[in-house]
Every structure is written in C-alpha cells, then in structure tokens.
C-alpha cells in the first residue's frame, strides 16, 4: 500500500505505512529478514522520489547488504 500510495503522490501517507512495515518487519522477521529489506528498498525509493538522495542511498546499500547476506544463506 505505500508504494501505491507513493505512486499516487501522497508521500506523506505512504511515507508513514512504509515506516510501520519496517518496523513490524524488524519485530517479526528481525532486520535481516527479505521483507525488512523489501521494505528498506521501498522507503528508499519514496526518499529517493522526494529528493533525500543521501538518506536513500543508506537505506539501499543497507537493503543491498541483507539481500546478500541471504544469498549466501541459502
């Protein structure tokens, strides 16, 4: 849902839901999990959209890290 809504253009919105997914992500699958970096690279993607070009790109070489790390794993 909030990259659909960051395809609409309510950053703001989405911006919030992507938060939240990122967080239940890290309390269920914890911060190496597929879907918190999942997550990670779509927050990335509403930073990158709105211009915050720096905190975009730690938010993809983090997601970039754990999906390697699970490359490795299985």
Do not use: F, P
Not at 9 to 37: C, F, I, M, V
């Amino acid at each position: 849902l909030g990259v659909l809504l960051k395809e609409e253009g309510a950053y703001d919105e989405a911006e919030k839901l992507l938060e939240q997914a990122l967080q239940l992500h890290a309390q269920s699958g914890g911060e190496q999990s597929t879907l918190y970096a999942l997550t990670l690279n779509n927050l990335a993607m509403l930073n990158y959209a709105l211009g915050r070009y720096s905190q975009a790109e730690k938010e993809l070489t983090r997601a970039l890290s754990i999906a390697k790390e699970s490359l490795k794993e299985s």
